[in-house]
Each structure stands twice: as structure tokens, then as C-alpha cells.
């Protein structure tokens, strides 16, 4: 596809470590097309973020390459916002001003800035809290902070890291029910890394699964359930089934590495 948003050839990544090469990632290839909503799913250790910084242009991948919107990655860039699983709030300011923060940088007037800043604190119900300080919000409510901030800067690419790992089950299915909506207006390309099956299934419209070292893509596929989607419903069920069987085997895998390693010691 010559079009796709965002292609990752032959990619991949090894980590040397003092005792020992760690192959993170081995011949990756993906084509996203613009505005699909990737999930990456493995269990932990089997190369998801690792694949997600080389998008965010954090670390450079070992050999292979990476493009969006036809340009070679070599660096992070407006077009790709990343949202971490810690907040990443500045602590020192206001829920409004950590949103206006990267507008600032960009040399915005204050009139526009006020007004991105005052339509995103709507988009994400934080209207009442823009005047208070990280520390003083739930973890949900930091994490719409930080999804707001990332929005300000309207890069067409979202990617993101575990963002609703640390929530509680009910804030989380709030907050993706949020994410679901904004990405629907929005139409932005995402890219969402977890380790959670039923997030993965409730989210995406494509779902690559990851092997345990080397990282590999073991599964690449699409899900076709209409939303908002049913995790009661016998399709979700039965696709999460088969994903459970595919992230089991890696676990599996990543535990008998450990008692290798571990009888090595
Ligand atoms: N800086 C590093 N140096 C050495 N090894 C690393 C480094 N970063 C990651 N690794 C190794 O690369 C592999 C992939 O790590 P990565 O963090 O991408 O996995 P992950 O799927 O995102 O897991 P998690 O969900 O735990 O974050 C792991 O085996 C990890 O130990």
C-alpha cells in the first residue's frame, strides 16, 4: 500500500545488555492505513513498547525502517503524540495550562490558545477541574489531562502506551468509551499498546499480536464487531477465546525464559 499512514519495514530491534543480546524486535512489517486503531497485544516483555518508541522516533530501531505520512522517522515530531501510562503532567500547573503548555511552545496567540484549551476541556468533561493542580485529581482525571494535551496538538498520529493501565475497571471503560468517541470525530491514526485481551477487542479495528522474544507479529487481524462493542456478546467472546490461546502461548514462553534464566544465575 503506498498510501498507508504509517509503514514499518523489515524493522528491528536488539538491546545489548552486559551478559547478553536481547532480540526485542525481529522483521516487523506493518502498513496502517490513515485513521485505523491498531491495538498492539502480548504479555509482557514481547517488544509492544519497544515497537511503539521506534514509531515515536524515541529509539531508533536496529536496522529497517519507519515511515509516516511518507517521511522517514528518525526523531519524535507533531505528527505523532505520544500518551504515556504515567501521567506526565507538570505538577506545578493547572489542569488548563498543562493543556495550553505545548501550544504555548508553538508560539500560538493566547485568544486561540484559550480557545483549543476551553474546547478540549469540554471534549473530556475536565471544564470544572481547570483550575486545579495534578496532585488534587483521581488517576482518571489525570489521564484525560494528559489525552487533552496530546489532542492540542492535533497530530493526526496517536500513540499510546498501556494509557488506562493504572484505572480502576469503571474509569477505564469511561475512558475508552471517550477515546472510542474522540478518535470516531477526530479520525486520527492510533496505535494502543496492552496486555489486555478484552481492551484490545473492545478498541480496535486491528489487533497485532506480538511473540515473546524474539518479537515477532504472530497474529494480525481485524475486528469486525459493529460498536460500541458487547464484551458479553458470544463474537467478543469468541475472538477473545482465540487471542487468549495466542497470548497464553507467549506467557508460557516468557515464564519458562525466566526459570532458564533463573537456573542460570
Ligand atoms: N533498554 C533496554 N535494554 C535491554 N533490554 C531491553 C531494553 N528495553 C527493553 N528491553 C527488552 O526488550 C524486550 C521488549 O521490551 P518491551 O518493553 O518493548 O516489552 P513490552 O511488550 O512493552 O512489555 P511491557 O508490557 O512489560 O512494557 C524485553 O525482553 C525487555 O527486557
Known sequence: MMNAHIVVSQVNKVFQTAEREVVALKDINLEI????????LGPSGCGKS????????????????????????????????MVFQEYALFPWMTVA??????????GQRREQIDTT?????TMLSLQDFRNRYPKDLSGGMRQRVAIARVLALDSP???????FGALDALTRRNLQDELLRIWAELKKTIIFVTHS???????A???????YRPGTVKRDL??????????????FNALKRELGQLVMEEQQRHHRDELRLAAVD
Open 205 to 211: 479495528d486491528r489487533i497485532v499480536v506480538m511473540t
Open 117 to 121: 484549551v476551553d474546547k478540549l476541556l
Open 157 to 163: 498520529i496517536m500513540l499510546m502506551d498501556e494509557p
Open 50 to 81: 519497544t515497537l511503539l518508541n521506534a514509531v515515536a522516533g524515541f529509539a531508533p530501531p536496529s536496522s529497517g525502517s519507519i515511515t509516516a505520512d511518507g517521511k522517514l522517522v528518525t526523531a519524535p515530531g507533531p505528527e505523532r503524540g
Open 197 to 203: 485481551i478484552e481492551e484490545a477487542i473492545y478498541l
Open 222 to 235: 481485524l475486528v469486525e464487531l459493529p460498536r460500541l462493542r458487547d464484551p458479553a456478546a458470544a463474537e
Open 97 to 106: 495550562d498543562n493543556v495550553a503548555f505545548g501550544l504555548q511552545i508553538k
Open 33 to 40: 492505513p490513515q485513521g485505523q486503531f491498531v491495538c498492539l
